[in-house]
């Protein structure tokens, strides 16, 4: 899940192809997603974007369609080798400063947009909007908000999908502590979407931001705490979800931002501390898990933000790094990063062929 979170002027979205994972790892652009017709100036386009086999879907929280940062987000499909828009996406009760299209994600048939400033449950309590695509077209499936929704919670300032199980975070819920954050989980039963879970942080502290990232694959989410550089893993079993673990930094200095990002795969988890420009690996022995590497840029500054975003994937890691200078400041940057041998060693760096300053590319 490449995501991203806060102060990101990104424009346009890139994919990016490895030929291989040797030591001489080529990986080429495959193609720049041609901007939509209907996309205008400062729209935000690619602020999240989430891949799903052939499909893309890309947030614009800044789309005025419907009033003034009221958001949209957009479907690209992948015909021919091509990656072509399909869908325009808002919501069908958006209205301005909504910020549809803050926090994306996509499974299969079903995309998950965002809207954290929606105000039906309260003012900038947030929303979710599930929609699926049926019949060749993307159709409205659900509107969720959180069962204990109140003002200013800004629930979807993060989402993440794994098949039928949605975590959505609310960054701004005050449970335990004046927006110390929370996530919650819904299932889909076949029919609709129930919310399953509420997860908080285990010692919630002001201001936290638990919920600031979010990541699920099967029976474990992960959620991170920008604020309290946690990153706090939970897992189901028989049927009750339940922390195991909090994870932090063996090398944490304060306010690293750890948290920033966070992905898991399997057995296996990264989490991105921004502020540090690193990137930290688990491991789940089965018990417990380990940090089993730190991560950081070959190249990097303190200043690059490497750890703003993180994907995980197997053997195969990306590490983005926003604040990156090499194509002009701010331009941005990432790292591919592979597992050889229990070692994991960067294969190249990644940049927007038309990288520019200020681009802030993998966001």
């Not at 979205?13 to 080529?26: E, N, P, R, T």
């Not at 909007?129 to 993307?138: E, H, S």
């Not at 609310?170 to 076949?190: H, I």
Request: with cysteine; glycine share 14%.
């Amino acid at each position: 899940m490449i995501s991203s979170r806060l102060f990101a002027p990104v424009t346009l979205a890139f994919l990016f192809g490895a030929l291989d994972a040797s030591a001489q790892c080529v990986v080429h652009e495959l193609e720049k997603f041609a901007p939509p017709a209907t996309l205008g100036a400062d729209d935000q386009l690619g602020i999240d974007v989430s891949l799903s086999a052939d499909v893309a879907l890309l947030g614009a929280w800044a789309d005025d369609d419907q009033g003034s940062n009221a958001g949209a987000a957009y479907v690209y499909r992948r015909i021919g080798g091509t990656f072509t828009e399909e869908a325009k996406l808002v919501a069908g009760d958006g209205v301005a400063s909504d910020a549809f299209g803050f926090s994306v994600a996509v499974s299969g048939s079903v995309a998950v947009v965002s809207a954290r400033l929606q105000d039906a449950a309260g003012t900038d309590a947030g929303a979710v909007y599930v929609l699926r695509y049926v019949g060749g077209a993307w159709l409205p499936d659900a509107k969720l908000v959180a069962g204990d929704a109140a003002a200013g919670d800004q629930f979807g300032y993060s989402v993440a999908i794994d098949g039928d199980v949605l975590v959505v975070g609310a960054t701004r819920d005050d449970d335990g502590a004046s927006n110390a954050g929370s996530a919650y989980v819904f299932r889909f039963d076949g029919i609709g979407w129930a919310q399953e879970a509420k997860l908080v942080a285990s010692s919630p502290g002001f201001n936290d931001f638990f919920g600031w990232s979010v990541a699920v694959d099967g029976d474990v989410a992960i959620v991170g705490a920008v604020n309290a550089d946690t990153a706090t893993v939970f897992r189901r079993t028989a049927g009750v979800w339940g922390t195991e673990q909090v994870l932090t930094a063996s090398d944490a200095t304060g306010f690293d931002r750890f948290g920033y990002d966070v992905d898991v795969d399997g057995a296996r988890a990264v989490v991105g501390a921004a502020l540090a420009s690193k990137a930290y690996v688990f491991d789940f022995g089965g018990a417990s898990w380990s940090e089993s590497a730190i991560l950081v840029a070959s190249d990097g500054l303190s200043s690059d933000a490497f750890g703003t975003s993180v994907a995980l994937d197997g053997a195969d890691m990306v590490v983005g790094a926003r604040l990156d200078d090499d194509a002009g400041t701010s331009a941005g940057a990432s790292y591919l990063f592979h597992l050889d041998g229990g070692v994991w060693g960067e294969r190249v760096k990644q940049m927007a062929s038309d990288g520019a300053a200020g681009d802030e590319f993998a966001t």
